[in-house]
């Protein structure tokens, strides 16, 4: 690692305003991903500011027809949650699959969406959820919110306090892991609820992405079959070691099918 | 700067370089040598600690962030001079060979069976991803796990039990 | 033998302190005015060094020196040497370029030592790293085994003509030739053995100590074998007494072959540490090992099996490119050659074999042993070939072996290719492996499986390793530079306590504890009162070390003999105290008795008479009871063995689970069921692995590592793998004091063969017919899909 300055402020507006007087400054949540990228001499911030100390930033809890989760919440309490199990479960499983067990009780919803690694399980959840991204300055929609590979709408100095989910009908996540950093090879949110069906997924492309065609099809008729045919181009896709962007393509595809049989199923 | 917490019971506190990430802080400050570091990545969890009663990968974690709470190693595990039950059982089933990724296996297991005192052993497995092993396939860490989920369930009372002993 | 020990699964003895964290790997330790290192790696593949400036970096806070390879010069430091000369097919030596422990002139990999910095911590020390400016001339690279001799491959060293170290071959080419051209059939195919990266998870550390008063150097190093660095490394590089250096590898976390080799980092330490006048310590980083240790396996072979028309082999030819990596590391040579070459008659009576090996300089790391070491990447070659002529043919795979093995009447058995096997059952070890997998039920359960939409196979590998490195004379005689012995020395206290000092040292394969079991079975005391000590040059007399497989085989061996002497002194001075003859002196569970009478006397009341000598034969024996034995053995062990894999696939993703794996092998005797299960659990894990995960990949145009961290190496996870079926059918070794023959590569051995086989019987519906490892999902799917295409076309 690089030197830094290490803040640990005990209010939102003292983390805030740390960030903001600070030269190069960046938010610490979980830092099960930000921990790494130091370790490797891959970011050099001139100061952390630890969110750690900010009890109001966590927790879980439902807000009429809306899940709402707090950013600093782990992913094991969101895996866990009884609330979300029953509310959102396709919600419950996605963050019970991300990293590994040690991961969860570290990891946050916040830190991992403001950090939009391409593979994180939890843009394709905010996303295909049609959530709502709420911050210490505005309310942002997750469609404008992941607006490239690792980039957000967030201005510098705003901070995410909470991701409200309208809860649907149904949904489900199904994510096919890369082998070596079970990061999402691909992963795939199916979600329908009055305002129609979402399909988001993540791993495939540099950010994660909604698939129109298949939408349309599955709010004529929900049922895996509804896809056939349907086709990701993957001119646009991801193509590494692990996968060709036409083996991602076809597993968008397969996922997507899986995703609403996992819907269907009410898993 | 400056940080307090509680390790194995035992406060400590020390000055150090804010780069300091909480299995450094145990390695060197604290000479608890048990955890080890096996990546730079934050994947082989040799170094996994519980932080608050919950598994973390102590090289995930700046000491910073553990200012203030309780930290447990594979040093604070055993009591009275005995094995805890998830060491006996490593032991008794063969549950490790050169020992390195050992401490982290055996903090991961306690917080797993804490989770799920009775898992199949597809759980077992997979709460086990974080924690890379190149000596033993695993067959006998998951057998470990077993075996010392079923001596804990034998041995620990149940709460109507343990009313009856402390009345 | 004592019943009581011998044979049975005492639990390990060493788990104690590794279970409570009080294990003493190298990282653990820690002394006064300890300084920290950092190596500065090469960030290119290959490029000429037109000058590196240090001043920044030695102006650096908290920096107390920097070195380069011009440094090492200066003092006249050598050359890593490798261990063993392959001698071409024209009669000259390999080629055999220097290796300096930090680069002068070129860096030829990525990850190459350049400088190396020193400081007062760890962090100033990689601060000042980033200080040090290196001028690279970046010239072009050659990662890739198959084109490492293409006429247009940039020369990994300018003083050759090509990038051929050695071509070898094995076998009567001519005999060989005659019998393809009078096959009925010829089954021919073109294989690559994937590169894998060891990846014990303890990564490489060391500390070096110089004492001035003593004129003493202490390296502490994560070795498998002090010894052989310690006389490496004073007789090669540094040129230092032996006498005044010690060498210790303490609680060592995993090896695989990977801490084999004398690495740079032990002799720049070591140099280094009198010139700063304080311990300076080491510990790579994980991306540091996967870029700097030595590598594995990686081979592109073309292999043909002849037969004939009852499907019995007649012959095997069989072309190696064999990829070495830019510098020779210690045992290199040997792996693709020796230990490989040398096993392709498998458990098989194929009358002819021959083999070429060409091994290829790359600008890769250096490719070494690797758990099986040569032994994986022959049984691979000889058991896709088989199960593809059982295909071809249309013979059961299990049928087509039981027409070629070797009969167990047949022993000793002399190979087309220089061995000689002593023992072995491999119908035996077959049939039970057979009804331990249900090969019986199989088809049911494919259909079964189909139903779900999943592919199912079965896939078969027999196996026979050459282990118990190394009748010494036929390893010289082979191009080894060195003995390949064992020592043991047993030491009775004069309270009857045991001492045992082994040259085999024990990283996880459990010493402390089987070695206890020989030496308390054959000198009856309780396995409480024996220590094991291994991994200190100044306490064991002297060690070959540990791996391929040979530590009971050979150290075992050694300390039986030992043993025997102390045995038949003890005699001597029991008959004294006894006041009767020697040969009256009968030894029995720890009793010397004068036969067919009560007087007897405990070997705890013959060593306290040994070190307490006022009623002793002082004129006869010497006083102590202190015995050393050095043991060569007289030929290789063969262990054997038949395993079978069972799979499910998912056409629709690809992804390959091994829905059973089922081993049955032949150690010959085991002393400790538990431990050698152990062993053969690890080296499946790893077995399977290679078939379906690991892959080392260098970018071709840049020559970058691509898999250099767990991000993007698949190491098998907890959940990538089965629990196994295990057993086991042993047949005695003929020729060592314990029968043994040695289980630590086995796994690793016969696994990847018979995974890959399973893989292409659930596939061949479908019309796949090859793939190479590892069969990743992306591979697989990719295999379908071009299938598919072939036949729509």
């Given at each position: 690692m690089y030197a830094f300055n290490y803040h640990r402020p005990d209010s939102l507006e003292a983390a805030i305003g740390l960030l903001r007087t600070c030269e190069d400054g960046l938010f610490l949540a979980g830092g099960q991903t930000l921990l790494q990228s130091l370790r490797q001499r891959l970011a050099q911030p001139s100061d952390l500011i630890d969110l750690g100390a900010l009890p109001e930033l966590s927790g879980i809890r439902r807000e009429g027809d809306q899940l709402v989760i707090g950013a600093m919440t782990r992913h094991a309490e969101v895996a866990a949650s009884d609330l979300v199990r029953q509310s959102i479960p396709a919600l419950a499983a996605l963050a019970a699959g991300i990293g590994d067990a040690q991961v969860r009780n570290m990891g946050t919803l916040g830190g991992s969406i403001a950090n939009n690694d391409p593979a994180a399980d939890y843009p394709a959840g905010v996303l295909g959820l049609g959530a709502t991204v709420v911050t210490s300055e505005r309310e942002l929609a997750a469609d404008e919110f992941f607006t490239g590979m690792f980039e957000t709408a967030l201005e510098p100095g705003e901070l995410i306090r909470e991701v409200r989910f309208p809860i649907p009908r149904r949904a489900g996540y199904v994510k096919f892991a890369q082998p070596a950093s079970r990061y999402a090879l691909v992963g795939v949110m199916v979600a329908e609820s009055a305002a129609g069906v979402r399909v988001a997924v993540t791993g495939a492309g540099p950010c994660v992405f909604r698939v129109p065609a298949m939408e349309q099809a599955l709010a004529q008729d929900f049922q895996p079959q509804a896809l056939d045919g349907i086709e990701v181009p993957a001119d646009e896709l991801n193509d590494d070691l692990h996968a060709s962007a036409e083996y991602r393509a076809h597993l968008v595809g397969v996922l997507a099918r899986r995703a609403v049989k996992a819907a269907l199923a009410g898993l | 700067m400056k940080v307090s917490m509680t390790v194995n019971g035992r406060p400590v506190e020390a000055e150090v370089d804010p780069r300091t990430t909480l299995v450094e802080f145990l390695r060197k400050h604290l000479n608890l040598t048990g955890t080890h570091v096996g990546c730079d990545t934050g994947q082989c969890g040799a170094c996994t600690v519980h932080l608050n009663d919950r598994a973390v990968k102590s090289c995930s974690v700046l000491v910073g962030q553990a200012q203030g709470a309780a930290v447990t190693t594979i040093e604070g595990i055993a009591e009275d001079g005995g094995l805890h039950p998830v060491q006996a059982a490593f032991r008794e089933h063969h549950g490790l060979q050169c020992g390195f990724c050992t401490p982290g296996m055996v903090m991961m297991a306690i917080d797993l069976l804490r989770n799920d005192p009775a898992p199949s052993e597809a759980t077992i497995r997979q709460q086990l991803q974080g924690n890379l092993c190149r000596c033993t396939g695993y067959h006998n860490i998951v057998k470990a796990i077993q075996a010392a989920a079923a001596t804990m369930a034998a041995t620990e009372p149940a709460p109507t039990q343990m009313k009856e002993q402390l009345a | 033998?004592?019943?009581?020990?011998?044979?049975?699964?005492?639990?390990?003895?060493?788990?104690?302190?590794?279970?409570?964290?009080?294990?003493?790997?190298?990282?653990?330790?820690?002394?006064?005015?300890?300084?920290?290192?950092?190596?500065?790696?090469?960030?290119?593949?290959?490029?000429?060094?037109?000058?590196?400036?240090?001043?920044?970096?030695?102006?650096?806070?908290?920096?107390?020196?920097?070195?380069?390879?011009?440094?090492?010069?200066?003092?006249?430091?050598?050359?890593?040497?490798?261990?063993?000369?392959?001698?071409?097919?024209?009669?000259?030596?390999?080629?055999?370029?220097?290796?300096?422990?930090?680069?002068?002139?070129?860096?030829?990999?990525?990850?190459?030592?350049?400088?190396?910095?020193?400081?007062?911590?760890?962090?100033?020390?990689?601060?000042?790293?980033?200080?040090?400016?290196?001028?690279?001339?970046?010239?072009?690279?050659?990662?890739?085994?198959?084109?490492?001799?293409?006429?247009?491959?940039?020369?990994?060293?300018?003083?050759?003509?090509?990038?051929?170290?050695?071509?070898?071959?094995?076998?009567?080419?001519?005999?060989?030739?005659?019998?393809?051209?009078?096959?009925?059939?010829?089954?021919?195919?073109?294989?690559?053995?994937?590169?894998?990266?060891?990846?014990?998870?303890?990564?490489?550390?060391?500390?070096?100590?110089?004492?001035?008063?003593?004129?003493?150097?202490?390296?502490?190093?994560?070795?498998?074998?002090?010894?052989?660095?310690?006389?490496?490394?004073?007789?090669?590089?540094?040129?230092?007494?032996?006498?005044?250096?010690?060498?210790?590898?303490?609680?060592?976390?995993?090896?695989?072959?990977?801490?084999?080799?004398?690495?740079?980092?032990?002799?720049?330490?070591?140099?280094?540490?009198?010139?700063?006048?304080?311990?300076?310590?080491?510990?790579?980083?994980?991306?540091?090992?996967?870029?700097?240790?030595?590598?594995?396996?990686?081979?592109?072979?073309?292999?043909?099996?002849?037969?004939?028309?009852?499907?019995?082999?007649?012959?095997?030819?069989?072309?190696?490119?064999?990829?070495?990596?830019?510098?020779?590391?210690?045992?290199?040579?040997?792996?693709?050659?020796?230990?490989?070459?040398?096993?392709?008659?498998?458990?098989?009576?194929?009358?002819?074999?021959?083999?070429?090996?060409?091994?290829?300089?790359?600008?890769?790391?250096?490719?070494?042993?690797?758990?099986?070491?040569?032994?994986?990447?022959?049984?691979?070659?000889?058991?896709?070939?088989?199960?593809?002529?059982?295909?071809?043919?249309?013979?059961?795979?299990?049928?087509?072996?039981?027409?070629?093995?070797?009969?167990?009447?047949?022993?000793?058995?002399?190979?087309?290719?220089?061995?000689?096997?002593?023992?072995?059952?491999?119908?035996?070890?077959?049939?039970?492996?057979?009804?331990?997998?249900?090969?019986?039920?199989?088809?049911?359960?494919?259909?079964?499986?189909?139903?779900?939409?999943?592919?199912?196979?079965?896939?078969?590998?027999?196996?026979?390793?050459?282990?118990?490195?190394?009748?010494?004379?036929?390893?010289?005689?082979?191009?080894?530079?060195?003995g390949l012995y064992e020592s043991g020395e047993v030491r009775l206290h004069p309270t009857g306590k045991v001492t045992v000092f082994t040259g085999s040292h024990s990283h996880g394969q459990g010493h402390e504890t089987t070695f206890a079991q020989v030496v308390a079975d054959r000198l009856g005391v309780p396995i409480e009162d024996v220590e094991i000590v291994h991994g200190d040059t100044d306490r064991v007399p002297f060690g070959m070390g540990t791996y391929g497989s040979r530590s009971i085989a050979v150290g075992g061996a050694a300390l039986m003999k030992a043993l025997d002497k102390i045995i038949d002194k003890s005699k001597k001075i029991a008959a004294h105290m006894l006041e009767a003859a020697e040969a009256d002196i009968e030894f029995d569970n720890g009793v010397f008795r004068v036969v067919g009478t009560d007087r007897q006397v405990t070997i705890g009341e013959v060593a306290f008479a040994a070190y307490v000598p006022h009623n002793y034969p002082l004129e006869e024996i010497e006083p102590g009871l202190n015995e050393t034995a050095f043991y060569d053995p007289s030929n290789f062990t063969y262990p054997a063995g038949s395993y079978i894999c069972e799979v499910e696939i998912d056409p629709e993703t690809g992804k390959v689970e091994i829905a059973s794996f089922t081993a049955v092998d032949d150690f010959g005797n085991v002393i400790n069921p538990m431990i050698v299960e152990g062993q053969v659990h690890g080296g499946l894990a790893q077995g399977i692995g290679q078939a379906l995960l690991e892959n080392c990949v260098y970018d071709p145009d840049s020559g970058q590592l691509v898999t250099g961290s767990y991000m993007d190496y698949t190491m098998p996870r907890a959940d990538d793998l089965p629990s196994f079926q295990i057993d086991m059918h042993g047949t005695p070794c003929t020729h060592n004091p314990l029968g043994v023959k040695g289980c630590g590569a086995a796994g690793a051995i016969g696994a990847p063969a018979a995974v890959m086989n399973a893989v292409l019987d659930a596939l061949r519906p479908l019309g796949v017919t090859h793939l190479d490892m590892p069969a990743t999902p992306h591979r697989v799917w990719q295999a379908i899909q071009q299938a598919k295409q072939q036949q729509a076309a």
């Open positions: - | - | 033998m004592n019943a009581t020990v011998i044979g049975k699964p005492i639990k390990r003895r060493e788990d104690e302190r590794f279970l409570r964290g009080q294990g003493r790997y190298v990282d653990d330790l820690r002394f006064p005015g300890e300084t920290h290192a950092y190596f500065l790696r090469s960030p290119h593949a290959h490029a000429r060094i037109r000058s590196i400036d240090t001043s920044a970096a030695l102006a650096a806070p908290g920096v107390l020196a920097v070195f380069t390879g011009e440094d090492l010069k200066a003092d006249n430091v050598g050359s890593l040497p490798c261990g063993w000369l392959i001698t071409d097919v024209n009669g000259e030596p390999m080629k055999e370029p220097p290796h300096p422990p930090l680069a002068q002139g070129k860096v030829r990999y990525v990850g190459d030592h350049v400088a190396v910095v020193i400081a007062e911590s760890y962090l100033q020390a990689k601060d000042a790293a980033e200080l040090i400016e290196v001028d690279y001339e970046e010239l072009p690279a050659v990662t890739e085994t198959a084109r490492a001799l293409a006429p247009d491959a940039p020369k990994v060293h300018d003083e050759f003509a090509d990038n051929c170290c050695y071509v070898w071959e094995i076998g009567d080419k001519a005999a060989t030739d005659t019998a393809f051209e009078r096959a009925k059939h010829i089954t021919r195919l073109e294989l690559v053995n994937n590169r894998l990266i060891p990846n014990a998870i303890e990564p490489r550390a060391a500390i070096a100590l110089y004492s001035p008063g003593e004129d003493r150097y202490t390296l502490y190093t994560t070795s498998q074998n002090p010894h052989v660095i310690r006389l490496l490394m004073c007789a090669f590089v540094l040129g230092l007494p032996e006498h005044k250096v010690r060498v210790v590898a303490p609680d060592v976390g995993g090896g695989f072959g990977s801490k084999i080799f004398h690495y740079a980092e032990e002799a720049v330490l070591t140099w280094a540490s009198r010139k700063v006048g304080r311990p300076i310590r080491w510990t790579a980083e994980r991306s540091e090992a996967f870029l700097s240790d030595a590598h594995g396996r990686d081979h592109v072979t073309t292999a043909e099996l002849a037969l004939d028309e009852q499907g019995q082999f007649l012959g095997m030819r069989v072309r190696t490119t064999a990829n070495l990596g830019a510098y020779l590391s210690t045992f290199s040579t040997c792996v693709p050659t020796i230990l490989y070459a040398t096993l392709l008659a498998g458990q098989y009576k194929t009358p002819h074999i021959h083999c070429q090996v060409t091994g290829v300089f790359t600008h890769t790391a250096p490719v070494d042993a690797y758990r099986g070491a040569g032994r994986p990447e022959a049984t691979y070659v000889v058991e896709r070939l088989v199960e593809q002529a059982a295909r071809e043919l249309g013979l059961s795979p299990s049928e087509i072996r039981r027409r070629n093995f070797i009969p167990k009447e047949a022993f000793p058995y002399s190979t087309p290719v220089g061995l000689t096997y002593d023992t072995g059952d491999y119908e035996a070890t077959l049939n039970r492996a057979e009804e331990l997998a249900d090969v019986a039920g199989f088809a049911q359960r494919r259909q079964e499986a189909a139903k779900r939409g999943k592919l199912r196979g079965l896939g078969y590998a027999t196996y026979i390793e050459a282990c118990g490195l190394a009748p010494s004379q036929i390893a010289g005689s082979l191009g080894a530079r060195a």
